[in-house]
């Protein structure tokens, strides 16, 4: 079994700021269970033993195989690894988008192995945002439409002073009422950014969000993403291959063949984007 613990100290919590405060009373959070045996409290996901398995026979696939890992609660945490380490699957499993073969799986102090799918549905609306390198904006909504999105879905009311925060920081506070095909890529991505948060999620999974973006737009996606931790408390996993993008993290874990082959913090800080 490889295990990474890439938790957060004790001498680097500091002081969370507003939103995160207001996150931590939702009722998305208050309906959490306790967390159980093994995964402590500052641990937003934990992974213990997890295995993957696609096919059988001799056309098995072993996609992971024995992971563990424990992810800091208001932390950046970067998954990084060859093309074909078992990164993204690993990303799928803690946000239950795919179902792990054995091993057991705690996200925000829920046990989803084993939730059903109407469950793992609302979980992921409650306490999951997304990033994606695609993008994801629904066509027809406006960038402000997209952006509210999991709130509405959830039936909630969006909070505007957040939008407006989050809008602002983003530079898209004036492209709100255009359609994604009417924006450039990077705004594209950063209304997707701003629809990750706008829900105050226990984590936020960004699967290579910059893989889309020129090195300048993808720094400043990045820059948010790394601001989110540092203001706001968030918690944040990003899936990269890329190992400049992975110096904005706190953490880098490292895959290869579906195994932990490392953990610990990133070489170096990048030379300009990173708020300390």
């Known amino acids: 079994m490889s295990r990474c613990p890439c938790r957060r100290s004790a001498h680097d919590r500091g ?32 992974v213990s033993s997890v295995v993957r398995t696609y096919g059988r026979g001799t056309t098995e696939v072993r996609a992971l195989d024995g992971v563990s890992a424990a992810i800091a609660r208001g932390r950046f945490t970067a998954v990084v690894g060859p093309s074909g380490s078992g990164k993204s699957t690993l990303m799928h499993c803690m ?14 102090g829920v046990e989803i192995t084993g939730l059903s799918d109407r469950a793992l549905t609302r979980l992921r609306r409650e306490r999951v945002g997304f990033v994606f390198q695609s993008f994801n904006l629904l066509p027809q909504l406006t960038a402000y439409e997209n952006i509210v999105l999991p ?11 957040l939008v407006d925060h989050l809008v602002e920081v ?18 594209q991505q950063r209304a997707a950014v701003a629809r990750a948060l706008v829900s105050r999620p226990a984590v936020v999974f960004a699967d ?63 030379s300009a984007g990173r708020n300390r």
């Open 15 to 46: 002081t969370r700021g507003r939103f995160t405060r207001a996150r931590e009373h939702s009722p998305a959070h208050s309906t959490a269970r306790p967390p159980p045996d093994g995964a402590p409290a500052d641990d937003v996901v934990t």
């Open 151 to 161: 709130v509405t879905m959830s039936g909630g009311r969006p909070d505007r002073e």
């Open 208 to 270: 290579e969000p910059t893989g889309n973006l020129d090195s300048r737009v993808g720094a400043e996606v990045l820059s948010f993403l790394r601001r989110s931790v540092d203001e706001l408390g968030q918690s944040v996993v990003m899936v990269t291959h890329d190992l400049v993008a992975a110096r904005y993290a706190d953490h880098v874990l490292t895959l290869a063949d579906g195994r932990v082959a490392g953990c610990g913090a990133p070489a170096a800080p990048p």
């Open 170 to 187: 983003l530079g898209i506070a004036d492209r709100l009422s255009h359609r994604p095909a009417e924006l450039s890529g990077g705004q």
């Open 95 to 108: 946000a239950g988008l795919d179902s792990v073969s054995s091993g057991s799986i705690v996200l925000d």
